[in-house]
């Protein structure tokens, strides 16, 4: 069955730093690729997606990149800010608008 | 427009009672989907509805919970009698229908549901 893995948190990062997080999936076929976030106290929102090899997924300077030869869909921001505090999850679907497969979601603390 | 509701945002109850969970789409979204967090593990789906049908209730864990759409608006999700495992963070989510490669999924602030 398809799977996600993603690195561990919590991430401890000072403002401004460089992010990474890592993601591989495992699945059948060509799935889309998700970045979900999760603010405190509120749902889950898209971040950014790929629908394709090679396609970046860019959004509020968060970039992923579909790597199908590696499996990985690794979600970077170059400088953090204090309000990216947050709870990442990567996620896949094999068929638009179907159920979604989560990886274990990963906190992210950025501090002043 | 209103995002997706659920009710309530907290519940706790005891191991062998039942709870209803809500959900409340987005206005004219056909698709629902329920899925559950548990013990901080990853996010697993549940079940999926177009309009009042069931069209995927593969991630269902056993016969203690049930889900419903009557009308085809808001959902519920009741689990009963709850176990001590049941224990979670409970989300639902909302997407569009038509045609298209690409329907996003809105998802609620989810419902924590503790059973001591």
């Known amino acids: 069955g398809n799977s996600v893995t993603q690195m561990e948190g919590p991430v401890t990062l000072s403002e401004e730093a460089f992010l990474t997080i890592n993601c591989t999936y495992t699945a059948t076929g060509y799935p889309s690729l998700f970045w979900y976030v999760q603010y405190p106290g509120e749902g889950l929102q898209l971040l950014l997606k790929a629908t394709k090899a090679d396609d970046k997924g860019s959004n509020k300077g968060f970039e992923a990149t579909y790597r199908k030869e590696t499996t990985s869909f690794h979600l970077e921001k170059g400088s953090v800010q204090v309000s990216d505090s947050a709870v990442y999850f990567c996620?896949?679907?094999?068929?638009?608008?179907?159920?979604?497969?989560f990886g274990g979601g990963t906190r992210v603390l950025v501090k002043p | 427009e209103a995002g997706v509701t659920q009710f309530p945002s907290h519940s706790v109850i005891e191991k062998g009672q039942t709870v209803t969970l809500r959900c409340d789409p987005i206005?004219?979204?056909?698709?629902l989907y329920w899925y559950r967090r548990v013990m901080g593990k990853e996010i697993k789906f549940l079940l999926h509805?177009?309009?009042?049908?069931?069209?995927?209730e593969s991630g269902m864990p056993n016969n203690r919970f049930l889900a419903e759409r009557t009308g085809g608006t808001y959902s519920t999700l009741k689990v009963q009698p709850a176990e001590l495992e049941d224990s979670g963070v409970y989300f639902c989510?909302?997407?569009?229908?038509?045609?298209?490669?690409?329907?996003?999924?809105?998802f609620g602030p989810g419902t924590r549901l503790t059973v001591l």
């Open positions: 206005s004219g979204h056909d698709n």
């Open positions: 989510a909302s997407s569009r229908s038509g045609t298209g490669n690409f329907k996003e999924q809105f």
């Open positions: 509805f177009v309009k009042e049908s069931k069209q995927d």
């Open positions: 996620a896949l679907s094999q068929a638009a608008g179907n159920k979604l497969t």
